[in-house]
Nanobody, 114 residues
């Protein structure tokens, strides 16, 4: 059974930092593209960052230079380091594991106060 579990969300002030973690089990983690998405109230879910099995990364323009995605295949975990947070980063952040089929986590709330 595949499980994708996020952690690390919370409340942070403008300009602060958070690190999200996502642990996946039941898959051959190293083969999967791992991604972070977010969904703010009243908006569609959007891709924030992804890291391919080979290590290449992609970032949405809105987070470039502030967020860093990384993966640890030995721990079956992907991270999202978020710096210089802004109120517009407030959303539920979801982790995804994709290899033909996409598995989703339950989401973790990130709230940035001004």
């Amino acid at each position: 059974q595949v499980q994708v579990v996020e952690s690390g969300g919370g409340l942070v002030q403008l300009g602060g930092s958070l690190r999200l973690s996502c642990a996946a089990s039941g898959i051959i983690f190293s083969r999967y593209t791992m991604g972070w998405y977010r969904q703010a109230p009243g908006k569609q879910r959007e891709l924030v960052a992804r890291v391919l099995s080979g290590g290449n990364t992609y970032y949405a323009d809105s987070v470039k230079g502030r967020f860093t995605i990384s993966r640890d295949n030995a721990k079956n975990t992907v991270y999202l380091q978020m710096n210089s947070l802004k109120p517009e980063d407030t959303a539920v952040y979801y982790c995804s594991a994709n290899l033909a089929v996409t598995h989703w986590g339950q989401g973790t709330q990130v709230t940035v106060s001004s």
